[in-house]
């Protein structure tokens, strides 16, 4: 606007000077109207809005991916376990009915006393509390066994034991008795050794003392390398404990609440073709899966599978003279099952299916039993068990055609031994409620950083995948299961163990939900080759001349601009 | 006659002497029927069948009853369940009637179709998936290819077989897949359904080189709940595979399957035609038939007896041989042979532990055993040419001189073909052999017609139709091929689109007992485009837009200017100062190199 007709246009080069100068004939066409330069100025700029203004959203509103807003920060928080410790109050009530009340105050006071100096695991430790209902303290404990089991939604902690501390007579030193069907532990001590509130550490509190921490030693080992990893929890576990509780952990389950089990008969001949299933799992299972209940759910099924042979892999059985039976190795018996034959597939719905196979050896190859130790069973690491039974021989040398419930006990007994391994309940104590309750305890603790570590996973992995959908469900999801977390570890804080377990479930559930969602994993996937193959052939001739246009008219108003500055 | 006899006799077994004591413990049976067929043809029927109490399928205790198989069915809460699986195609004309009557074969690849209990429509449907993806998984078929396009409820072509006393909440799907290529792989998931696996009885004929080889070969699986007058139910599996078998192509060793030639000396000719020389023969037809054997065509021996099968007489003979008692059978020495007073069928008891084989030496027959003419003649072909449009022609004949025929055709057609049935017209040939049309309502006394959706779901066709004595019926109709989506072609596009068989039920069978005959499957040519065309397109509508812009933008914003002043300014472009830079340069390096020299 400020170049006046006639003067020579500003950015003419020294060598257009020269050509100017060599062909004198040609000449320079008149320098162009403002109105041109303003119109091609309007063109080109309305050009770029409507690409930048109508364009450029339409294409990122169609192509973006709906990202639901995840709590990235807190998700890592909990998989690196910031947010929450989780610790083990265990509440035990002891009730010492013939001791006067600032004695038994007293036992209380140096029992709880030695306890705390006995343990050295901070997170895992047990509160006494005395009762006064003593009197029939020894019927309600045993309701307690299973009702405290049911109790999650109270808000007192739960009960875990109760100690009778009775005195008896004829006794050199106290003794206890742990009573097989509760949770309940009797000391009984001599009435001589009454403690006096002036004794610091009477014997009778020690023997308590250790009586408790033998009781909840491999509980407190176990939690302990469950929260601590796989490096070994505690200094004071004695090296065999730590091995057969990596053991356990190893063979264990996932935690799952409906395990189907899946009992079969399997035999290489045509007999036995029947057994007394029903009322073999009746007798010998249903009062143990009862006992699981708060825990667990199950369902059973069980079928006769004939003519089932070994799979051509599998190294035959060999007779041992010695013994007088048909052997197989200890390194063989990975390959006794024929998975590629036997139909052993998973039962249909949620939760894994626990495998139990009874195999009846053909007469030419019974009895058989494991070489090394002669044994008749074994466990298959988170699959199931196996069980030999070498029943006796008809007169004919032939197997029986039908099994009786007697002949199956000894194999039940060892399935239910082998389900209580699978689903990892401890070895001891030997009270079967405590015993639950322990497995109550473990199984929070792995749900709980089971949980946390699959959000530590999702919020990885939506990081790590900027181009994956995060649908609102995700988001829901995540929200749950960290407010279910947090009550799991509020719960355990208080002592409610079944409370804490079923919050920990519902986390589990819904983070493994969140984790696998399957919107997330896109249905198109169009790879960056293919989005250029579309794309280029249009933007590459329609952006050329675009982007040249831009360019002439930002040097032009540049340009403009020095001049402008120059005149002034 | 002889299908009908087959059937009967089965029939009766299966009420007669089974019902008694079927309902007392779970029990298992098995029967193999032979029968020579013209054509140097062997009809081998095998048929299992095993009962389980409903308390202990309730309950999942699995003795005989498949556990696999049974948890699928209580998971998709399916009362009652068929699926098929058949390759070829039965030759009516020369083999007769169909055995079982046609119950238990399905059309040409897969079909299924099941009750389900559900309160709704909706529920059912996806019991339904539920149940196709179970059984694809457990019989390695592309059963879960059956989506709402594949899926139809046939209203009167299927009566459930089993008792369903106080179920009212059933739901009839059905699912056919004409394109699944039936195979070993379908057989093994099969034996293993079976208590003996296979390994004892006469489940160890089979073979899948054998059995994949025959001319026309079915497998059924049927669960059904059988209940008495006293409300006891049972569960009832039975499957059955029933193959034609040429006897000359099974007798072929497998190490050496290539037919050849017989030597000139061997050959019968026929010496009375005038070329007949050296070396020209006019073959004879043969006057005796084939000799074959249980293991020449089955290429294995039957291994004694499955044990299971209940100890009462009849069970016994598992193995039914349908040729005349003239004619001469040798077995096995351990097994016994029992004559059956029709003059045609014996049945062999077997030696629980000797292999069993039968031996039919060549001879001549002077009676032949009577085939069974069929009742009905059915036969559907597309007409018509081009990419647009096409028809169907149906056609039934009549063989019977008395009685004409009432049935109901069931269509199931996929949403890409779209039937006109404004077009359903038809001609009838009766006696005389006069060609006459007709109006569609003197042979339709009732229609049931759903029409697809597309993508959703296909058409569905009942039709109730009579064919009068010894006259043919043509139906026709005309269609409209859709064109898919560029997605929605399968990789073998081009072979065509896969049109399920029509199912025919008869209705006026002498006993009601059900009668079933189904059509082949049919090939739908569609249009097919070329599948490189969408980058094509791209590439086109992108270069035309780009020609357009170009045009405009340039026009809106080149300046005009005439031909000598454009080299003038050509100096000032990019170009051009590149170009005078270079020149300068030159003269510059030419200068210095003058100087040196």
Known sequence: MTVKPGDPVSPLTPASDASKSHTTRTRVPPPETPEAVQTRFRVIAAFWAVIIFLGFPIWWQTTSIYRAHLPIQEMVDWADGKTCRPVYPLEIHVAAPLLQSPESQHLLRTTQHTLDDLNEFAAHHLRLKLTNDTSDSAARVVEDSTSTLRNTAGETPDVVLTVRVLPEEGLATPRSELLAHTTQLDVFYPPSQIPSPSTSNPPLSVFIAQELQRLYGEEKATIAHILSGESAGLDSTSPQLTESISRRLRRSMKYAETYHLSFSLFTPGSVPSSWDIEAAVQEYLSPLLDAFEPISNFTIDTQVQLYATFSPMTPAPIYDETEAAWTLKKEDLSAFINAAEWPLNPSIGNGPTLNFILYVPDPSQSPMVVKENRASSWIVPQWGGVFLLNPPLEKDQSNPAHLSQDSLQSAFMTFSHQLLTLLGTPSTPASLPLRLQTLIRVRAATLLLSASSTMGSLARLTESLPSIPIPANVASSVSTTLSHLSATCSHLRDGRFNAALASARVAENEAERSFFEKTMVGQVYFPDEHKVAVYLPLLGPIGVPLIVGLMKEVKRLLAEWKAKRAAA | ?597
């Open chain 2, 1 to 597: 006659m002889t299908a009908l006899f087959l059937c009967s006799l089965l029939l009766a077994l299966a009420v007669t002497p089974w019902s008694s004591t079927a309902f007392a413990s779970p029990d298992y049976h098995e029967q193999l029927f032979l029968q020579p067929l013209p054509q140097s043809s062997l009809l081998a029927s095998f048929n299992f069948r095993s009962n389980t109490s409903q308390q202990s399928f309730d309950n999942q205790h699995f003795r005989y009853f498949p556990r696999a198989l049974g948890q699928i069915l209580q998971h998709a809460h399916t009362k009652e369940l068929h699926l098929r699986f058949t390759t070829g195609r039965w030759d009516a004309e020369s083999w007769g009637s169909r055995p079982w009557r046609g119950s238990k074969e399905g059309g040409t690849g897969v079909e299924l179709w099941a009750w389900i209990d559900a309160p709704g429509d909706e529920e059912a449907f996806a019991k339904w998936i539920t149940l196709t993806q179970s059984l694809s998984g457990l019989f390695c078929a592309s059963l879960n290819f059956v989506d709402s396009t594949r899926t139809t409820r046939p209203v009167v072509s299927f009566e459930p077989a089993g008792n369903h006393q106080g179920a009212d909440g059933l739901h009839l799907l059905h699912g056919t897949l004409p394109g699944e290529v039936v195979c070993t792989e379908n057989l093994t998931p099969f034996l293993k359904l079976l208590p003996c696996k296979g390994k004892a009885g006469i489940s160890t004929l089979f073979d899948g080189h054998k059995l994949f080889d025959a001319a026309w070969q079915s497998m059924s699986v049927d669960v059904q709940p059988i209940c008495t007058a006293e409300g006891e139910c049972t569960v009832q599996i039975e499957q059955t595979v029933d193959m034609v078998l040429d006897i000359e192509r099974s007798k072929r060793p497998r190490a050496n399957p290539i037919p050849r030639p017989l030597p000139n000396d061997q050959l019968a000719c026929d010496t009375s035609k005038p070329y007949n020389s050296e070396d020209t023969c006019y073959p004879l037809e043969r006057i005796t038939d084939n000799a074959w054997s249980l293991s020449e065509v089955f290429g294995r021996n039957l291994d004694g007896v499955c044990p299971l099968t209940g100890s009462d007489g009849t069970s016994e003979q598992s193995v039914c041989l349908r040729v005349p008692h003239e004619k001469q059978v040798f077995i096995t020495q351990e097994a016994s042979e029992i004559k059956k007073d029709d003059g045609f069928t014996r049945c062999f008891s077997l030696s629980p532990s000797q292999a069993f084989d039968i031996s039919v030496p060549e001879q001549t027959v002077t009676t032949p055993v009577p085939i069974e003419e069929p009742i009905l003649n059915a036969e559907r072909t597309i007409v018509g040419h081009g990419q647009e449009r096409g028809g169907m022609r149906i056609i039934f004949g009549n063989p019977s001189n008395t009685t004409a025929v009432d049935f109901i055709l069931f269509e199931s057609l996929p949403w890409f073909l779209r039937p006109y049935i404004h077009t359903l017209q038809a001609t009838i040939t009766g006696q005389d052999g006069i060609r006459r049309e007709i109006p569609t309502k003197d042979l339709v006394s009732s229609t049931y017609y759903r029409p697809a959706i597309d993508r959703e779901r296909g058409t569905q066709l009942e039709l109730a139709l009579s064919v009068p004595a010894a006259s043919t019926v043509t139906l026709t109709y005309d269609f409209e091929k859709a064109i898919l989506r560029y997605t929605e072609y399968p990789p073998d596009a081009n072979r065509g689109f896969n049109v399920a068989p029509a199912v025919i039920r008869i209705l006026n069978t002498p006993d009601s007992a059900p009668f079933y005959i189904r059509s082949t499957s049919l090939l739908l040519p569609l249009p097919t485009p070329d599948f490189s065309m969408p980058y094509n397109v791209i590439i086109l509508t992108s270069t035309v837009i780009a020609l357009a812009f170009g045009t405009v933008f340039n026009i809106l914003v080149r300046r005009v200017v005439s031909v000598d002043e454009a080299t003038a300014l050509v100096a000032q472009t990019v170009k051009g100062r590149l170009l005078g830079k270079l020149i300068a340069l030159r003269d510059r390096i030419r200068p210095k190199q003058t100087k040196v020299e």
